[in-house]
């Protein structure tokens, strides 16, 4: 067993140390420690066991979490999904493709408005990351005092404006008026871009009104809200052309930001609004004209020789000032040529051949007139 | 029927099976008790840590793996690990070695005593030894283990132990001449 070689001296200790005799475990002593040994591998099995339960137990509980968790990362990411078809599917039906839109414009309304010879409304939209500009343009045409209230079928849907509106400049306006002799039954827009569901969208709309309720009034079916004490709408009636620049609000209506009453007077460039009336009161640089407050500058000669009673015409634009909006002006002129002092009314003229209407008390008398031959009706 | 190897014993432990475990107790009860025996002064304290040592046994049976660890390596290895702890905990020097007073065949009671006393002398040498030498010795020449063996037990290279076997054996030899010399000394002033 032991082949190290080792010298006789070497030899002789390790015999020595194999001599000596060896010592044998007491049984009694033996089968003690075979029965501690054995109880004690009977805890440790049992534990052992215990533990590989728990063990199990835990991996199962993980797994079931990581399932848990797996599944609802998948329902998010599967809704996200969802949701952002829904998107797009938005996008598809706001977009205004490259396809031609037709807006077929039928005659559905007869309105005494004589000045209407054409109305454009164009639909113009923009992908840009900028305000997204919409016009619509329709044209209709139409002869004599016969105006032809387009019924305009556009399949506009525009999602809500999600950042601040932008008044569109005046000159954009695409709006022509010009007479043709030859009406058109049906009109078409074409669409140059596509909505962007993202920027807000400002719509302009130019074109008669064909209903008003309250402070909601209509042009082409689109309903458009003004602010309920907006003074224009004392201004403005049926058939009255207007320019329209708002946005689409939450229900769809289309919130005025500005109107302009396009009807009566050719507008001087710069000026939205044109209003008649008598002055009502003086304050300083601010005359009251058929209840609608006019600021004028500082330094216009005509506040020197302005008085109550005179009938002026203002064009100009609307402003907010504080709580109230008055009209700033960009150009006054006194009308002396029509009054009805009696009865605190004055003619306002269409611009058409004399052709006008009687405003009373800054309202609509609903009086047609002949101004020359004194031929009219009242209403 | 043929008798299950010790790797098989092993595995059937390692699952629960309390007859494997006694039948490895079996196999390696006595050289554990002889070799710890061997090392400590007293019987008592040579049970309780052959106690120990299949305690241990049976609580790391699950974790052993066979890694270049023969299973008896193993337990001589836990086996010296408690010894130098019980050396530790009670820091005692020699203690009286433990003889077996009737191994001998010698009929004659002077022959008797004096192989008993160079038995005697012998275990003080060997145990008069540093820790390693000792445990060398035990383990080579006592309980034959080859040096493979008990390089896995003592953490050292075969190499190494060849040439720490040879300084044990002269460290051996010088302490046995010095009891020699002493249990003389001891006899000339007893005349």
């Known amino acids: 067993m032991i082949n190290d070689p080792f010298n006789p001296e070497e030899q002789n200790l390790i015999q020595q140390i194999q001599g000596i005799p060896r010592l044998q475990i007491d049984p009694t002593a033996r089968d003690a420690i075979r029965q501690r040994m054995l109880s004690e591998f009977r805890m440790v099995t049992q534990a052992a066991t215990a533990s590989a339960a728990a063990r199990a137990q835990v991996v199962r509980l993980a797994i079931a979490a990581a399932v848990a968790v797996t599944v609802t990362v998948i329902v998010v990411i599967v809704l996200v999904i969802l949701q952002s078809r829904n998107q797009n599917t938005d996008e598809i039906s706001t977009s205004i493709t490259t396809t031609p839109i037709t807006l077929s414009v039928t005659p559905q309304q007869t309105t005494t408005s004589p000045l209407l010879a054409s109305q454009t409304a164009t639909l113009i939209t923009s992908p840009s990351p900028s305000p997204t500009i919409v016009t619509v343009t329709v044209s209709a045409s139409e002869t004599g005092t016969h105006t032809s209230m387009p019924e305009t079928s556009v399949p506009l849907v525009i999602p809500g404006p999600s950042a601040t509106a932008e008044s569109l400049p005046t000159s954009s ?17 074409t669409p140059s871009a596509t909505a962007s569901p993202v920027a807000p969208n400002i719509i302009v709309i130019e074109g008669p009104i064909t209903n008003i309720v309250n402070h909601v009034i209509t042009v082409y079916d689109f309903a458009i809200e003004l602010e309920p004490d907006h003074p224009i709408l004392t201004l403005i009636e ?12 939450s229900e769809g209506t289309v919130v005025a930001t500005v109107i302009s009453n396009l009807s009566d007077t050719p507008l001087v460039s710069g000026a939205t609004v044109s209003l008649d009336g008598p002055v009502e009161s003086i304050n300083g640089s601010i005359i009251v004209v058929n209840g609608i407050a006019v600021q004028l500058a500082e330094n216009d000669p005509l506040l020197q020789t302005v008085q109550i009673g005179q009938f002026v015409r203002v064009q100009g634009n609307f402003q907010g000032r504080g709580t109230t909006i008055v009209l700033v002006v960009v150009t006054i002129v006194v009308n002396t040529t029509v009054t009805d002092s009696e009865n605190s009314c004055y003619w306002k003229e269409s611009g058409m051949s004399g052709m006008g209407k009687w405003k009373c008390d800054g309202k609509d008398k609903e009086k047609w007139k002949d101004k020359e031959t004194g031929m009219g009706k009242n209403k | 029927m043929q008798q299950p190897t010790e790797q098989e014993l092993i595995a059937r432990a390692q699952r629960g099976d ?7 107790y079996e196999t390696h009860i006595d050289s554990i008790f002889e070799y710890i025996s061997y090392r400590v002064g007293s019987r008592s304290t040579a049970e309780d840590l052959t106690s120990e040592v299949f305690l241990r046994m049976v609580r790391g049976m699950g974790r ?5 660890m023969p299973f008896r390596a193993w337990l001589f290895r836990i086996a010296a690990n408690l010894i130098i702890d019980h050396y530790r905990a009670h820091k005692k020097g020699l203690d009286a070695p433990l003889l077996d007073n009737h191994a001998t065949s010698d009929t004659d009671p002077l022959d008797r005593v004096a192989k008993h006393e160079d038995q005697l002398r ?19 020449f006592v309980e034959n ?21 040879y300084r044990a054996l002269k460290a051996l030899a010088e302490q046995f001449e010095t009891f020699n010399k002493k249990r003389k ?6 005349q």
Do not use: C, F
């Open chain 1, 173 to 189: 306006s695409q709006s022509t008026a010009s007479e043709t002799s030859t009406p058109t039954a049906t009109h078409s827009a």
């Open chain 1, 238 to 249: 049926i058939g009255d052309i207007v320019s329209i620049e708002g946005m689409v609000g």
């Open chain 2, 18 to 24: 309390e007859q494997a475990v006694s039948l490895l």
């Open chain 2, 64 to 68: 052993y793996q066979d890694h270049g």
């Open chain 2, 122 to 140: 012998m275990r003080l040498a060997v145990r008069a030894l540093p820790e390693e030498y000792q445990n060398l010795l035990v383990l080579r």
């Open chain 2, 145 to 165: 283990l080859p040096h493979t063996e008990i390089a896995k037990i003592m953490n050292k290279s075969a190499e190494s132990l060849r040439s720490m076997q």
């Open chain 2, 185 to 190: 000394t001891g006899l000339e002033g007893n």
